[in-house]
């Protein structure tokens, strides 16, 4: 008896390294492709973007009221910069030190590893039997010490993406405007479940309790790690700490379902790998589906403002490229 007590003790303790193992890998690999990134996009062209300025006559002449290109001296007419001037609402946005890169994502074979690593692992533990004991061992060492339940699993999933949004609110922008990052959201709970969802009625592996067949993956856990990796995407590339602080919810959910004796430790793992490889899609996959549903240009942008110089009002046209 006392040896097979320190057989699991032993299995959990695995189980625990393993999991910390591999979540340090992601932020490892997380950091690696941001400084990979940085140093691939360091081109004055795309990071001081010019505005053309030009002007355009108004219609008629009256008195006060005359061509604009008869008074506009040659400065006015020449390349300038982009200026954005202080204001209240960045005062949140320097404190966490951001500076947005508008790049289109472009995903590495690294980003592949963490998710694959934690499928793999989930789909392993469903046939190899040293993994069905730490699932076995882990679940007789949880009811062994008779962890409390709770159902904050159930809110925890969506913290992270609640966090994204809150931020922004209050100022602390992240990658993408409300309706890019909302797409963006949605598309990966949409491939989320495309792949979580028939498994679990393929696979029809029993739950720890014994509730129904529905075990293969964890639904929680890849809701989690689809939410906290959409928070990742969206401030990696202002402040690296905040961008990460979506993950101690998803292991909270993932822990606790294995907790609440709803799911194996295989289950957990695999849905995490689940839920980060759907984000990874969708942020690949955004720029084809936001032409698809609003046809949206983002290479250029245009702004015509009224101006008054001179005593005579006229048109400016700025056009961003």
């Given amino acids: 008896m006392i040896h097979m007590k320190q057989n699991q003790r032993t299995h959990l303790f695995v189980c625990h390294l393993l999991i910390s193992i591999l979540f340090l890998l992601d932020v490892t690999v997380a950091k690696s492709q941001i400084t990979t990134e940085v140093s691939a996009h360091i081109n004055p062209s795309e990071h001081n973007p010019s505005v053309f300025k030009t002007n355009i006559a108004t219609i008629g002449t009256t008195d006060g009221i005359t061509n604009s290109s008869h008074f506009l001296s040659a400065d006015s007419t020449r390349l300038s910069p982009v200026v954005n001037r202080t204001n209240k609402t960045t005062k949140l946005n320097r404190f966490f030190h951001t500076g947005i890169d508008k790049t289109p994502y472009r995903p590495h074979l690294t980003s592949f590893i963490v998710p694959t690593a934690f499928i ?17 061992s882990t679940k007789d060492e949880i009811s062994e010490h008779q962890l409390k339940h709770t159902n904050l699993d159930n809110y925890s999933q969506y913290v992270p993406v609640a966090m994204v949004y809150g931020l922004n609110a209050l100022g602390v922008q992240g990658k993408h405007n409300f309706k890019d990052r909302t797409v963006i959201y949605l598309t990966s709970q949409l491939i989320s479940g495309a792949m979580v969802l028939p498994l679990k009625h393929i696979v029809k592996e029993i739950r720890p309790d014994s509730s129904n067949n529905l075990s293969f993956p964890s639904g929680h ?23 990460i602080s979506g993950y101690p919810f998803a292991i909270f959910t993932g822990t606790y379902r294995a907790i609440n004796n709803k799911h194996w430790v295989g289950d957990v793992v695999a849905g ?50």
């Fill in 272 to 321: 995490a790998g689940f839920g980060i490889l759907a984000t990874e899609l969708a942020y690949w996959v955004h720029p084809k589906i936001n032409h698809l549903l609003f046809k949206d240009d983002k290479t250029t942008s245009a702004t015509i403002m009224p101006f008054y110089q001179n005593k005579h009002f006229g048109l400016s046209y700025a056009k961003q490229f």
């Fill in 221 to 243: 856990t890849a809701t989690a790690f689809s939410s906290a990796q959409f928070m990742f995407h969206e401030y990696r590339d202002s402040n690296f700490w905040l961008s």
């Fill in 120 to 136: 793999g692992f989930g789909v392993a533990s469903l046939s190899i039997n040293g993994l069905k004991n730490l699932n076995l």
